[in-house]
């Protein structure tokens, strides 16, 4: 991976959503890439010319005839699913910044709420870690 790789580079190979689709599906386990094609339904040329900037910017290789994510390629995973948390908890969210933005409840009132209302422990401690 070249030392001009921005988050904004990696973002974009993965910013649509047949190539997330296609990240996700290997994320899921060691894939052949037959079985890749057909999971995924996409285009000979949309899942060829995806799969190449994976490869290229260091998300996916080909190990024994399979893809897989590389190390890299995991810790971005694992921030999309964070995301991915995000957006489904984005209106419980919403109440949080509201309660936040209200003088009317002391900090540790605050924090009582956010934990009644957030079920997810790692999106509650990017919350904490994040104030």
Same mark, same amino acid.
């Given at each position: %991976? $070249?030392?001009?790789? !921005?988050? $904004? #580079? =990696? @973002? +974009? !190979? =993965?910013?649509?959503d047949k190539s997330m689709e296609l990240f996700r599906t290997i994320a899921q386990g060691s894939i052949d890439s037959e079985n890749l094609k057909n999971k995924t339904k996409l285009t000979r040329k949309q899942y060829y010319s995806r799969l190449s900037r994976m490869t290229k910017v260091g998300l996916v290789r080909k190990k024994s005839g399979k893809y897989t994510l590389t190390a890299f390629g995991k810790v971005v995973y694992d921030s999309q699913v964070t995301v991915e948390k995000a957006i489904s908890n984005f209106w419980k969210l919403k109440a =949080?910044? #509201?309660?936040? %933005? #209200?003088? &009317? @409840?002391? /900090? &540790? &009132?605050? +924090? /009582? @709420? %956010?934990? $009644? @209302?957030l079920d997810n422990q790692e999106l509650k401690e990017i919350l904490v870690k994040g104030s």
């Open positions: %991976m $070249a030392k001009s790789q !921005t988050a $904004a #580079s =990696i @973002l +974009r !190979t =993965i910013s649509d =949080i910044d #509201s309660l936040e %933005m #209200s003088n &009317e @409840l002391p /900090k &540790e &009132e605050q +924090r /009582k @709420l %956010m934990d $009644a @209302l």
